[in-house]
């Protein structure tokens, strides 16, 4: 059985560490494959080990040039049940039954732009569910091969894992164990 807890207090505010990200927290509008609001507001939070991480791996992209832009972060578990009611298929969108890392304050949905803003080439947009997403796809131009290769060595450094499936996902390895919750986020 699923066990799930409804506190956010232990996860960290990403803004509090830094404003040197870029923010499109798409599920806080209606851009995403969903077409609705899913979110009261754009914050991002992330269980505190996972949040220095990310902090140290978007200082490490800052020194060459980059920045992370953040799609997705901490996502309540009533929301996972709405994505997997409409893409029920666990390799794009994780099982509710089980829990997303998302729900549990360990994982990131990211790309990578330039110091000024400026989207790197990916090949696809985020929520793309389509084998041209997969990090093991290759026909893309070698721009967009290389810059996900940048973003996945980057991000490794850092404690993170890419998911198969999905090459701005990704894992935390300190959010194992960690309870699945189910706390709308907290907006002012």
Known sequence: MLSCTNSTEKLTDLATLSTDFEMDMRYATDNN????????????????DVANALND?????IEKGYRIKIYDCYRPLDVQKKMFKKV????YVADPAEGSIHNRGG?????LVTIDGKEVPMGTDHDHFGEEAHIDYTQLPSDVLKNRKLLQDGMKQYGFDVLQSEWWHFNHKSADGHPV????????
């Not at 791996?57 to 992209?61: D, H, K, L, Q, S």
């Open 88 to 91: 029920p298929n666990p390799m």
């Open 57 to 61: 791996a978007n200082a490490y992209f």
């Open 107 to 111: 994982a990131v949905d990211i790309t």
């Open 33 to 48: 494959f969903l077409e609705e609001v899913l979110y009261d507001c754009g914050t991002c939070l992330l269980l505190s």
């Open 181 to 188: 919750m189910n706390e709308p986020l907290p907006c002012k």
